[in-house]
């Protein structure tokens, strides 16, 4: 082969090659690019169904809170016998029922947002036990009363997890 043969010939096969390489930096850009849009897409159109979702879960655990407070729950659930003991199984039996109602809501909330929850439910069923369990309680209205006292000495907490909870619905938006 002659070297003028071999010089046409890369003459007209390098810019094919250079053009052929540009054409698929460009091509595989795009279809990055394609990729990333439809993503953001989905996501957007996910999180415009799911953010109702969020919002409706960190309303219905304040509901939670807002109804296993010691306070409201004193008042809501009057005692049917005069016993303590019965009166405190009464009590802790709402709040683990009202809390059987609310255990969905855990997937829409973060981890953390669900343990201060689950730690608000467990300090009101504690303060309960012990207050029940305390010497000199023997019927229901001096459990209200012990519970009460406590409870004006220091904040509930239902407060403090409805506080973490607004604190985590600001971050969504």
Not at 63 to 87: C, G, M, Q, V
Not at 109 to 138: C, F, P, Q, Y
Request: glycine share 2%; no cysteine; aromatic share 8%.
């Amino acid at each position: 082969m002659d070297i003028n043969k071999i010089i046409e010939l890369l003459a007209y096969t390098l810019p094919a090659i250079v053009t052929g390489l540009v054409a698929l930096y460009f091509f595989k850009s795009f279809t990055a690019n394609e990729d990333k849009r439809r993503t953001y897409l989905l996501r957007k159109d996910s999180q415009q169904h799911v953010l109702p979702l969020r919002l409706q879960a960190f309303e219905r655990l304040v509901l939670f809170l807002e109804r296993i407070s010691l306070s409201k729950l004193l008042i809501r659930i009057k005692p049917t016998t005069n016993d303590a003991e019965k009166y405190g199984h009464k009590l802790i039996g709402i709040v683990e029922q009202e809390f059987e109602h609310n255990l969905a809501q855990q997937i829409y909330v973060s981890e953390t947002a669900w343990k201060a929850v689950v730690t608000s439910k467990n300090l009101v069923v504690k303060i309960i036990r012990t207050t029940a369990a305390k010497d000199g309680i023997e019927t229901a209205e001096q459990l209200r009363e012990e519970i009460l006292k406590n409870l004006a000495k220091n904040e509930g907490p239902s407060n403090a997890a409805i506080s973490y909870l607004k604190i985590e619905v600001k971050k969504i938006f």
